[in-house]
């Protein structure tokens, strides 16, 4: 019966050691994969996997299986949208989905707990979730060239945001100021503002 607990407790104590977040050093220094293959044969080894520009049309769901995976590039592709389901990437730090199709962002972006980057610029995005708020982690949001009008009120509660990149998105003056006092602490950039809008 010893034997048994203990081997169970090995066990687990490897899969909670398997899943531990990386620190910066650490992530740089970590294998990236550029092939989906290479990576689901080896899953528990998989921290970064770019496929930038593989002209994929749907989210590559078999990287749900990645359990360890804490960047994923999926910028330069032809997708249409983030699935719901993005959720399951519980350990992802950074998320890079610029110059693809996107017109949404789905409110189960606000689950990414752990989430540092997200990157979705050159895109047709209309709007930012309320949930987007719930990435307390965040330190980098890049929307620049979308299709925004405004952002939530809830962005303000991105306490640890340094960078907000909104350039080439025509905000008119108020908003600009409006999106200046949610994040008094931030780095935010801007198009200059446009009359039209106001």
């Not at 340094?162 to 602490?185: A, N, V, Y």
Request: proline residues 5%; charged residues 25%; glycine residues 2%.
């Amino acid at each position: 019966m010893t034997i048994v607990i203990c081997f169970i407790a090995f066990i687990f104590s490897d899969e909670i050691q398997a899943q531990v977040l990386l620190d910066g050093e650490e992530l740089e220094a970590a294998k990236t994969f550029y092939s989906l293959h290479d990576a689901l044969a080896q899953p528990d080894s998989v921290f970064k996997l770019n496929l930038r520009g593989k002209k994929l049309k749907e989210f590559p769901v078999e990287v749900y299986s990645l359990h360890n995976l804490q960047v994923l590039n999926l910028s330069r592709n032809q997708l249409k949208e983030i699935p719901a389901d993005i959720y399951k990437l519980q350990h992802l730090q950074e998320l890079d989905m610029s110059n693809n199709k996107l017109s949404q962002i789905p409110p189960e972006i606000g689950k990414l707990k752990n989430l540092v980057k997200l990157k979705l610029n050159r895109n047709v995005i209309t709007s930012i979730p309320e949930e987007a708020g719930e990435l307390k982690n965040l330190e980098v949001l890049e929307m620049w060239d979308n299709e925004l009008d405004t952002v939530p009120d809830e962005i303000h509660n991105l306490v640890h945001l340094k960078t907000f990149e909104l350039r080439g998105i025509l905000f008119s003056d108020e908003e600009q100021k409006r999106i200046h006092s949610l994040l008094p602490d931030t780095k935010v950039y801007f198009s200059p503002s446009c009359a039209c809008k106001q």
